[in-house]
């Protein structure tokens, strides 16, 4: 038994840093199972990590985030609205148990090798089973085994991750890393395209903002432009073949979704996809001034459907659960409390991985901290059309992603892994 721990205290974070990104699109609930996988490792080998919490404590980037996962499972947990108290706890017990992974993976950091192997195999997961799906199944969109919109947006996300890893690794990455680099980002693009998931492109100039500004903090201007520019023409190049050979599709969904903003402009349209988008914002827009700081909270719906009675709502947005916008949806549910805390949610995560000058003499931070900068930028973009911390794969991803890219940047500023926990 002694010996199985000494093996999940060295490996067991490497194995769920390939685990979390690399499963999130294979499997059905794929996302689930590397967070499972990191809190046994935790469960394990308590008596190992424990001792560290207090020196991890001193570290304000870690305390704050602790404090913040910790406060995020209360903002899910108490319900603000008109009927207060406490609510299903199903979505605060994921924030709570990450407490101890994230223990844990600073602890006995993952290698930065296996983040890079988790995300080219979750890039590659997504395009594999959007190629099959479209064209095996004669499927219109690529679902995943979810929803086109978050199957697309992980799917991309995970691409982009691969694609950062294979232009800044490139010159100390073995052939074979960045061969499964290379079809990570490619696949991964393209499941994002084949999931015809618009409003998860709106991430891209998201994405290359944080590329740029991380680059040039990091590796000053000259230095950083030229790898910015490798990044842009790789992005550009993938993009562009993909949107070609699916050319049809693409032009379909531009033109459906101009279409469906001048119906709306016009007659008030809400029956389309985008329609129905612009009748929620305004709708979440009228419950948030309703109740401006605590929210409607389990009264949302309730309070939604009053509202479509009364004139002031389309009837289309009663089939959804959300406002399809992360911060409205947030602000119509808890009002600016929830807002603020959602702000700190995504902008914590950027100060922690945002590179800094000497960064640029550690690959493997470097490359960790860019690839980390691409969880909380892609998600402002996925947010601003979709509700992605509605639903468990949305939570999961960021979340215990956080964990595992954590750890990994914790690791690369040490000499060595720790091999024992004797």
Same mark, same amino acid.
């Given at each position: 038994?002694?010996?199985?721990?000494? !093996?999940?205290w060295r490996y067991g974070a490497s194995i769920a840093a390939v685990m979390t990104p690399g499963l999130a699109l294979w499997l059905p609930s794929g996302y @689930?199972?590397?967070?499972?996988?990191?809190?046994?490792?935790?469960? &394990?080998?308590?008596?190992?990590?424990?001792?560290? &919490?207090?020196?991890?404590?001193?570290?304000?980037?870690?305390?704050?985030?602790?404090?913040?996962?910790?406060?995020?499972?209360?903002?899910?947990?108490?319900?603000?609205?008109?009927?207060?108290?406490?609510?299903?706890?199903?979505?605060?017990?994921?924030?709570? %148990?990450? %407490?101890?992974?994230?223990?844990?993976?600073?602890?006995?950091?993952?290698?930065?090798?296996?983040?890079?192997?988790?995300?080219?195999?979750?890039?590659?997961?997504?395009?594999?089973?959007?190629?099959?799906?479209?064209?095996?199944?004669?499927?219109?969109?690529?679902?995943?085994?979810?929803?086109?919109?978050?199957?697309?947006?992980?799917?991309?996300?995970?691409?982009?991750?691969?694609?950062?890893?294979?232009?800044?690794?490139?010159?100390?990455?073995?052939?074979?890393?960045?061969?499964?680099?290379?079809?990570?980002?490619?696949?991964?693009?393209?499941?994002?395209?084949?999931?015809?998931?618009?409003?998860?492109?709106?991430?891209?100039?998201?994405?290359?903002?944080?590329?740029?500004?991380?680059?040039? =903090? @990091?590796?000053?201007?000259?230095?950083?432009?030229?790898?910015?520019?490798?990044?842009?023409v790789a992005l550009a190049l993938a993009a562009g073949l993909l949107a070609a050979l699916q050319r049809a599709e693409v032009e379909r969904r531009i033109d459906?979704?101009?279409?469906?903003?001048?119906?709306?402009? =016009?007659?008030?349209?809400?029956?389309?996809?985008?329609?129905?988008?612009?009748?929620? !914002?305004?709708?979440?827009?009228?419950?948030?001034?309703?109740? #401006?700081?605590?929210? !409607?909270?389990?009264?949302?719906?309730?309070?939604?459907?009053?509202?479509?009675?009364?004139?002031?709502g389309s009837p289309a947005i009663l089939a959804f659960d959300h406002a399809h916008n992360e911060w409205l949806d947030m602000y119509a549910r808890r009002g600016?409390?929830?807002?603020?805390?959602?702000?700190?949610?995504?902008? %914590? #995560?950027?100060?922690?991985?945002? #590179?800094?000058?000497?960064?640029?003499?550690? @690959?493997?931070?470097?490359?960790?901290?860019?690839?980390?900068? %691409?969880?909380?930028? @892609?998600?402002?973009?996925?947010?601003?059309?979709?509700?992605?911390?509605?639903?468990?794969?949305?939570?999961?991803?960021?979340?215990?992603?956080?964990?595992? !890219?954590?750890?990994?940047?914790?690791?690369?500023?040490?000499?060595?892994? #720790?091999?024992?926990?004797?």
């Open positions: 038994m002694h010996r199985l721990r000494d !093996w999940i @689930s199972w590397g967070p499972v996988w990191l809190l046994l490792c935790a469960l &394990v080998t308590v008596d190992y990590w424990a001792p560290a &919490v207090r020196g991890q404590l001193r570290d304000r980037r870690w305390a704050a985030l602790a404090a913040l996962f910790a406060l995020m499972g209360l903002l899910w947990w108490i319900d603000t609205g008109p009927q207060a108290g406490f609510n299903n706890f199903d979505i605060p017990s994921k924030y709570l %148990l990450a %407490l101890p992974c994230l223990a844990y993976a600073l602890a006995a950091p993952p290698r930065p090798g296996a983040l890079w192997l988790g995300v080219a195999v979750g890039g590659i997961g997504g395009g594999a089973v959007a190629l099959v799906q479209r064209y095996g199944l004669d499927m219109d969109r690529a679902l995943g085994y979810s929803n086109a919109i978050q199957f697309g947006d992980i799917s991309l996300l995970l691409g982009l991750m691969a694609l950062t890893a294979l232009v800044l690794r490139w010159r100390r990455c073995p052939k074979i890393g960045l061969a499964l680099l290379a079809a990570g980002a490619a696949l991964g693009l393209a499941g994002s395209l084949l999931s015809q998931s618009r409003g998860g492109w709106l991430a891209l100039p998201l994405a290359w903002l944080a590329w740029a500004i991380g680059l040039w =903090r @990091s590796k000053g201007a000259r230095a950083g432009w030229s790898l910015l520019a490798g990044l842009t459906s979704a101009i279409s469906d903003v001048s119906a709306y402009d =016009r007659h008030g349209e809400a029956d389309t996809s985008v329609g129905q988008r612009l009748a929620h !914002w305004r709708v979440a827009l009228i419950m948030g001034r309703e109740r #401006p700081l605590l929210g !409607w909270g389990s009264g949302y719906d309730a309070e939604k459907a009053r509202l479509v009675a009364t004139g002031k600016l409390t929830g807002v603020t805390v959602l702000a700190a949610w995504f902008t %914590l #995560p950027l100060l922690i991985f945002f #590179p800094k000058r000497r960064d640029g003499k550690n @690959s493997a931070a470097f490359a960790i901290r860019m690839t980390g900068l %691409l969880l909380p930028a @892609s998600y402002l973009g996925f947010g601003l059309t979709q509700v992605l911390l509605m639903h468990n794969s949305g939570h999961l991803v960021y979340l215990y992603g956080l964990v595992i !890219w954590a750890g990994a940047l914790e690791g690369a500023a040490r000499p060595q892994t #720790p091999k024992s926990g004797a």
